[in-house]
């Protein structure tokens, strides 16, 4: 049962233009989400998190929107750089746990 | 900083062996490590999570007694894959978070290869 989900396994932008990654997840009782940026052979990087009480939350070119009635989140790169290729991963966790649910990955392409 | 380490980063280890991963924060007190393990294109599993001296949750199907943890201190946490067999190769990754916070700070992973 996967209740995190990235539909999207691949994803291609040309560099200066937006990237927008989803995300979907089941659980009602998540209530903290995160974004993590993997390269090959290497662990994630925490790239921006977001409270379930806010529905924005903006970190220079990232931004997360957290749709809590969808059920939906997403992460916006703008504007979008080469070096930001790599795989992106959506996590949440519940209130009073501090397991991380992760879903399956996006890879992002930018290109020149 | 919050910078977590592993060692070693790749192993290869002959099947029946038993190998020791170690996961090391560098500049913090983690006061909960967790270990995940993710198969080439797919998601990280959470395998297991340690608090500092006392036992590890392991997750639904994974084998306690395979996959050893041990969290000596606040800084260190380590896996054993006891009796490796080929199916135990995998990228195997460490986090830690700090007291009171909920981002998880990754270590480089570890890829084990078992023959």
């Known amino acids: 049962d996967q209740q995190v989900k990235q539909n999207s396994p691949s994803l291609s932008v040309q560099e200066g233009r937006i990237s927008i990654l989803n995300c979907d997840y089941t659980?009602?009782?998540?209530?903290?989400f995160l974004w993590y940026k993997k390269y090959p052979a290497e662990g994630p990087t925490f790239l921006i998190s977001i409270s379930s009480i806010k529905d924005k939350n903006e970190d220079g070119r990232f931004t997360v929107f957290l749709n809590k009635s969808a059920k939906h989140l997403s992460l916006h790169i703008v504007p979008s750089q080469p070096g930001d290729s790599a795989v992106y991963f959506c996590a949440a966790s519940a209130e009073a746990t501090d397991k991380l649910i992760f879903g399956t990955g996006t890879r992002l392409q930018v290109f020149p | 900083g919050a910078v977590v380490s592993q060692h070693p980063s790749w192993v290869i280890c002959k099947s029946g062996t038993s190998v020791k991963i170690e996961c090391r924060s560098l500049d913090f007190q983690a006061t909960t490590m967790f270990w995940y393990r993710q198969f080439p294109k797919q998601s990280l599993m959470l395998m297991a999570t340690?608090?500092?001296?006392?036992?590890?949750?392991?997750e639904q199907g994974v084998e306690k007694d395979k996959f050893l943890i041990n969290h000596a201190s606040l800084t260190l946490s380590t896996l054993t894959v006891t009796s490796a067999h080929p199916e135990d190769s995998s990228f195997y990754i460490c986090?830690?978070?700090?007291?009171?916070?909920?981002?998880?700070?990754f270590g480089p992973g570890t890829r084990l290869t078992v023959t």
């Open positions: 986090s830690a978070t700090r007291q009171g916070g909920y981002e998880q700070y």
């Open positions: 340690s608090n500092e001296g006392s036992k590890a949750t392991y």
């Open positions: 659980n009602s009782m998540f209530d903290y």
